[in-house]
């Protein structure tokens, strides 16, 4: 009886096998993010400052991950006596290196927003200037929390400077700059940032432009509080009770109650409600 020849195969190398199976997808475990609970816990319990506000550093570089502002509560402690404790804010990049922290745009942005928000401005503003010493330029977040400090300090200079040098404001620069301004009654210098803001294209929030009103029927002229209703109505804000209040009040106290209780007919017309503070200087 014929027997079909059979044809020996020899064994696959072991190299190869090992590359055949290594090259086969295999199952990817799901990256697993940091939670605010664990970011917590880990803070809490970290025997080291330095390590504290590293780890904290490494999770805000997990790609999706956000740190909420517990966690810069959490950490403030420890951040400020790493702070304390090295002296300067180059001395504390140079440590956070040592500890295997690479020193990136989002570190300075972290660090920036965690000692601003401890008010620990002196810190804060040697960050800013180490920003561009380590090759970096800042961007506007940055700007704008040391044009609040500048505001803070009643630093106008300052201020003008930083203006000057980073040309770029947003929206929430004008807003600061006017907060401050209207705190502080400086009636000229709100006017011209408000101007400003208006030729930039943006448009100020409800309670903007209510600080502006407020300053306004303080220290600027009826006629420039007449031009900020007309404003208002023109661009579509809704006039609040404040508002009507505070252009009702300035006008009894230049002694035209007539206009004053025109522009109260005028508010009940729009369908605001006057308050006892909108009465009172009609009936003294």
Known sequence: MLHAARRWTPPLPAALAAASFASKPQPQRPLQL?????????????????LALSFFLWCARRPGYFHPSSSFDRLLPAATRFASRLGTAHALLRELQCLGCPIKPQTFLLLVR??????????????????????????????????????????????????????????????IVLTHLCRAGGWSGVRSC?????????????????????????????????QLLSFAHVSGCQLTSAMWTCSIARLCREGRLEEASSMLAKMVDSGTSPSVVTYTPLVR
């Not at 940091?34 to 330095?50: E, K, N, Y």
């Not at 928000?117 to 330029?137: A, C, K, N, S, T």
């Not at 929390?145 to 009643?154: A, N, P, Q, T």
């Not at 803001?197 to 306004?216: E, H, K, N, V, Y």
């Open 114 to 175: 965690l000692y601003w928000r401890g008010g620990l401005y002196p810190v804060v503003l040697e960050l800013f200037d180490q920003i561009r010493l380590w090759g970096f330029h800042p961007n506007v977040f940055a700007v704008n929390v040391v044009l609040d400090i500048h505001l803070r300090k009643g630093d106008l200079n300052a201020v003008r400077c930083a203006l000057q040098h980073y040309p770029a404001p947003n929206y929430l620069t004008y807003a």
């Open 194 to 226: 408000f101007m400003e803001m208006l030729r930039q294209g943006f448009q100020p929030s409800a309670a903007s432009l209510m600080a502006i009103f407020s300053c306004c029927s303080k220290a600027g002229t009826m006629s420039e509080l007449l």
């Open 34 to 50: 940091p939670t605010p609970q664990l970011v917590d816990a880990v803070i809490s319990r970290c025997p080291s400052d330095g």
